[in-house]
C-alpha cells in the first residue's frame, strides 16, 4: 500500500489545483509517478515537474540514450514504479530489448557507441559519485560540455524520482512484475 497515496482533488489547496491542473495538462497527461506525492508540497511538485518535463523531453539526447540514463537510475535505486514507467518508454524510444534486459540484470550490454557512453557516464556517477576523466571525455566529445550537465541532471533528478516512489511505495499496476532485487 502507498505510504503517500494520491490526494482527493477536491480537497486540494487552491495552489495544489493549480499545480496539478498544469501537471495533468502538460506532456505527462496525468499525475501519476512521483507527483501524487510532490503534490503535498505544491512548489516542489510544481518546479519538479517543470525540470522533470525539460530533462525528459528537451535535453540534447534523443529519447532512447535520456530513457537509457532513466533506467540505470530506475535500477540502481530499484525503483518498481519507475523502471516499469520507463523500460517500456525506453523500448519505445527505440532502446533494444538486449540493452534493456541487461541494465535489469545488472550486466553490461552489447550497445552502440552512444548508448555505451550513456550508460558509462550513468553507470560510473552512481557507483562512484563522480566519473573518471576518460569516461567525461568521451561524453564531451560525444555530446559536448551540454551532453554532460544534462547527463547529470538526469541522473540527479531521477534519482529524486526514484527516491520518493520508493519512500512513497508507489505500487506497480496488478499483473506487472517488478525488478529483481
Known amino acids: 500500500m502507498s505510504r503517500l497515496p494520491p490526494l482527493d482533488p477536491e480537497t486540494l489547496s487552491d495552489r495544489q489545483k493549480e499545480v496539478y ?72 524510444g527505440g532502446l533494444s530489448d538486449a540493452v534493456i534486459d541487461a541494465v535489469a540484470r545488472r550486466e553490461r550490454p552489447d550497445m552502440a557507441d552512444d548508448e555505451a557512453a550513456v550508460y558509462d557516464f550513468c553507470q560510473e556517477l552512481h557507483r562512484d559519485h563522480n566519473v573518471s576523466d576518460a569516461t567525461y571525455q568521451r561524453v564531451v566529445d560525444r555530446f559536448g560540455e551540454r551532453g554532460v550537465v544534462e547527463l547529470i ?14 519512500v512513497a511505495n508507489v505500487q506497480l499496476p496488478e499483473g506487472e512484475t517488478g525488478l529483481a532485487p
Open 153 to 166: 541532471g538526469i541522473s540527479g533528478y531521477y534519482t529524486m524520482v526514484s527516491m520518493t516512489l520508493n
Open 21 to 92: 491542473a498544469a501537471i495533468a495538462a502538460g506532456p505527462r497527461g496525468s499525475v501519476r509517478g512521483p507527483f501524487p506525492a510532490w503534490i503535498r508540497s505544491p512548489e516542489l511538485a510544481d518546479r519538479g515537474q517543470s525540470l522533470g518535463e525539460f530533462l525528459r523531453f528537451n535535453t540534447a539526447f534523443e529519447p532512447r540514450l535520456a530513457e537509457l540514463a532513466i533506467i540505470i537510475c530506475a535500477r540502481f535505486w530499484t525503483a518498481q514504479y519507475e523502471w516499469y514507467a520507463h523500460a517500456r518508454l525506453a523500448r519505445q
